[in-house]
């Protein structure tokens, strides 16, 4: 009798393609050396799914389903609940959904495990299961033992292979689950090794059904690969409703965890926590450290009102301008598009005649922040000219305005919620632009509202 062979293919680590024989370079991402022998299962997809659970939810798939005019569709507002965890309900778009399939990225030793251990006990009135695949039960007790928080209702279980958890599931029947980390994962229908791109897609849609037949929400950790990409297929980030990331520079406190796809919300929330000794302390007013502490005024610091999602956030810029003293002038930036840096450049260079060509530029945002919000613009132009010409800027003065091509300040969003943000953190002016005032009742702010429609006149004002 024939020996059956095994089937294998290749596929890609970085984004899921696959492909029946090696590939130097992957056509689909363009990265090289990626592609990894992997077994392939033979079941037929329909017995591949491992979930054979109840089903509560209304998304149940074992009615046929129909086609209905958009009309007749009742309309379900899904009933969220309270993580207990203010900055988390908030990047979530206002608390949990149930069935929802939530990706929580970040590289290895940034608070993963600690975040969600710590919202596993603070959700103390649902049955929570925290299964690990990472650590020892010992090893979670002592963290949580770390931590301000206890709770009657977690359930901590070691264990990999998704068929099993699914067993215990069913005994334990948990109101909230947690998988840290999907690249521990194994379904017993594939061969191939744990975080292998097979192995992940699998376990994911088998976490997908699970989520989706029985309304428990589920979390699932993720490590990420070197391009700061969720390691694993992007099918996993198609997969679930939502993909938060856990960011921040690992020698700092401060953490950051950033929506960048929500199927329940918006995508530009942010939630700010610091990591303490005792586990993650929620960060409700972060205006306060992104300004950094010091005691003499800079030059080269100038501080823009942004908003992050509906988040109005004061922070600070700082750049250091300087003679390039070797070969070509360097263009360095943190935390902000340095193409978006060097047309700022450009324009300050034909606009203002500042001789920028041949300096050196550095530029950072404090607090390990990225910014996209356009309204920095006037604050980074701002900095970059206080550096240049060795002046400061006055103290308590902000900036929110975009800069166009041609010099000229554009209005941005959400001018009176910067405004009032600045005003409450005890700022004395604010510079926006000219446009930006339309329909807006000033005499209700004490803080001196600044209005110019071109960047020299800003500069004419704070420099003379
Ligand atoms: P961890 O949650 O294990 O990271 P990940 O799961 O993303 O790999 O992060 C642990 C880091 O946080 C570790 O360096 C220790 C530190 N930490 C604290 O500073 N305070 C605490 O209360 C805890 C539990 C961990
Ligand atoms: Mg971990």
New binding site residues.
């Given amino acids: 009798m024939a020996k059956a062979k095994i089937k294998t293919a290749y596929f890609c680590q970085n984004c899921g393609a696959e492909s029946p024989k090696w590939l130097g370079k992957c056509p689909a991402c363009g990265q090289w050396n990626t592609y990894v022998e992997e077994v392939v299962d033979s079941t037929p997809k329909s017995q591949t799914v491992a979930w054979t659970g109840e089903v509560k939810g209304s998304g149940s798939n074992n009615r046929a389903a129909k086609p209905l005019k958009i009309k007749e569709i009742e309309h379900q507002t899904e009933k969220r609940f309270n993580s207990k965890d203010a900055e988390l309900n908030r990047v979530l778009g206002g608390g949990v959904v149930p069935g929802a399939l939530v990706l929580i990225g970040?590289?290895?030793?940034?608070?993963?495990?600690?975040?969600m251990?710590q919202v596993a006990l603070k959700m103390n009135n649902k049955k929570v299961l925290y299964v690990s695949g990472?650590e020892s039960q010992s090893q979670i007790k002592m963290?949580s033992d770390?931590?301000a928080h206890n709770s009657d209702n977690c359930y901590v279980l070691t264990e990999v292979t998704t068929q099993k958890i699914f067993k215990q599931i069913e005994l334990l029947k948990p109101e909230v689950l947690v998988i840290?980390?999907i690249q521990t994962l194994q379904s017993e229908y594939i061969d191939s090794s744990a975080g292998s791109v097979s192995q992940v897609k699998q376990t994911a849609a088998e976490l997908m059904k699970f989520a989706k037949e029985s309304a428990v929400p589920t979390f699932i950790?993720g490590?990420i690969n070197k391009d700061g990409n969720i390691a694993g297929p992007k099918v996993l980030e198609h997969m679930v409703d939502t993909v938060l990331q856990?960011e921040g520079d690992?020698h700092g406190s401060y953490r950051i965890l950033r929506t960048t796809k929500n199927r329940f919300g918006s995508t530009s929330e942010l939630g700010i926590y610091e990591?303490?000794?005792?586990?993650?302390r929620e960060v409700s007013n972060p205006s306060e450290i992104l300004l950094s502490q010091r005691e003499e005024a800079l030059s080269g610091v100038a501080i823009g009102a942004t908003l992050e999602g509906n988040r109005p956030l004061l922070i600070e810029v700082q750049s250091l301008v300087s003679a390039a003293a070797y070969g070509n002038p360097q263009r360095s930036s943190t935390g902000y598009d340095v193409r978006r840096m060097n047309m700022l450049l450009a324009v300050l260079e034909k606009r203002g005649g500042f001789r920028l060509g041949v300096q050196d530029v550095f530029l950072n945002i404090a607090g390990g922040i990225k910014i996209e919000d356009p309204a920095i613009d006037l604050a980074m132009c701002v900095s970059l000219i206080s550096s240049y010409e060795e002046m400061n800027v006055p103290d308590k003065t902000c900036f929110a305005a975009e800069v166009g091509l041609g010099g000229e300040l554009r209005a941005v969003n959400h001018v009176e919620s910067r405004i009032s943000e600045a005003q409450k953190l005890g700022f004395e002016q604010i510079y926006l632009s000219k446009y930006a005032l339309k329909g807006i009742d000033m005499s209700k702010y004490s803080i001196s509202i600044r209005a110019y429609a071109k960047l020299y006149e800003v500069f004419q004002d704070l420099f003379g």
């Fill in positions: 970040g590289e290895p030793g940034i608070g993963k495990s600690t975040l251990l990472e963290r770390r931590m840290d980390s950790i490590h856990f690992r990591m303490q000794h005792n586990g993650l």
